[in-house]
């Protein structure tokens, strides 16, 4: 097990993160051959972490604390149950919204165990960012071998307002995995693993936009005033971490905008993690309201800023 001093109070005090333990109530979600629902482990896993985390300073929701739904007589429908706990985790204004659950085999094998992180789909900021993070911790503490890291288009991530991730840690279809999500220490074992995660995640440091300027070409002298230019090559000087791998991948078929998708990333970050994009740091004032048309195409951009 890594050493939990990785998520000390120092990162991880005043920070606001909604538990979402799948299912319960009339839903059991996954079941193993012994009869171990999901619901039940997902619970246990959530209330573990919430101690840990509320040890250390952190405000935690937890989308339910025991066995039940949000089914009303109006509304008797999953989708009905899931809105109500997005509601709820919305309106608690968390920094991070985490799903906790356990996988089925879909073709009813008992052999098949797996550890999957997703992360909100089309979020590749700070989303990607704490699903990385968890992802890494569960896969070294746990030590199932086979293991992916997904973008998720489920409900519950797709209406989350802040970043979010969903774990699907293990298969409780598999036996040898329901036999040990039965013990309390395995629960907290996977909670632990859940705590290291998120306290890597709220260590990274905020990346900040040192300078955002526009120019007629490449290189050339900046000009703020960006209606002017009819195609503006768009670059940020961004200090902190971000996805690299993200601004490559633009780079590579839209390579004058790749710099705007990083700013677009590092101003999510910032405002989600409460600093003030462009503070102090950032010389061009226009940044700001630039946000507006972050990622859109050249000609969108001066639509909008006329
Ligand atoms: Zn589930």
């Known amino acids: ?7 000390d109070s120092s990162v991880l005090s005043g920070k606001r993160v909604v538990l979402d333990p799948g299912h ?29 985390l509320e040890s250390r300073g952190v405000q935690v929701l937890m989308t339910r604390t025991d066995d039940r739904d949000y089914l009303t007589p ?14 709820r985790a919305n309106a608690f204004r968390p920094d991070l919204f985490l799903s906790i659950h356990h996988n089925a085999d879909a073709r009813g094998a008992h052999d098949v165990n797996e550890t999957q992180t997703y992360y909100k789909l089309g979020d590749q900021g700070p989303s990607l960012d704490a699903a990385q993070d968890v992802h890494r911790s569960l896969v070294r503490n746990l030590g199932i071998e086979t293991q992916r890291l ?4 489920y409900f519950v991530l797709r209406n989350s307002a ?6 699907e840690a293990s298969y409780i279809t598999d036996p040898d995995v329901e036999a040990r999500l039965a013990l309390a220490a395995k629960e907290r074992l996977e909670a632990e693993a859940l705590l290291i995660g998120l306290g890597h995640f709220f260590a990274r440091r905020v990346p900040v936009v040192e300078s955002f300027v526009a120019s007629r070409a ?12 009819p195609a503006p090559f768009l670059a940020a000087r961004i200090a902190g971490a971000f996805t ?20 677009r990333t590092a101003l999510r970050r910032s405002m989600v ?6 503070a102090a740091a950032c010389p061009v004032t226009r940044a700001a309201s630039a946000t507006v048309a972050l990622g859109a195409a050249p000609d969108a951009d001066r639509g909008q800023k006329r």
Not at 1 to 7: E, F, G, N, V
Not at 38 to 50: C, I, K, M, T
Not at 74 to 87: K, N, Q, V
């Open 162 to 167: 802040p970043p979010g991730i969903l774990t």
């Open 218 to 229: 490449r290189g050339g002298p900046a000009d703020t005033i960006f209606d002017e230019i």
């Open 24 to 52: 319960g109530g009339l839903f059991r979600g996954a079941l193993g051959v012994k009869g171990l629902t999901e619901a039940e482990v997902n619970l246990g896993v959530a209330l573990f972490l919430r101690g840990l």
């Open 244 to 263: 690299t791998g993200l601004a490559s991948g633009i780079a590579s078929t839209i390579p004058d905008h790749a710099p705007l998708v990083a700013v």
């Open 74 to 87: 109006a509304d008797s429908t999953l989708r009905g149950d899931l809105t109500e706990r997005m509601r």
């Open 150 to 153: 997904l973008p998720g288009n």
């Open 273 to 278: 993690r409460g600093a003030a994009p462009c």
């Open 1 to 7: 097990m890594d050493d939990l001093s990785a998520a």
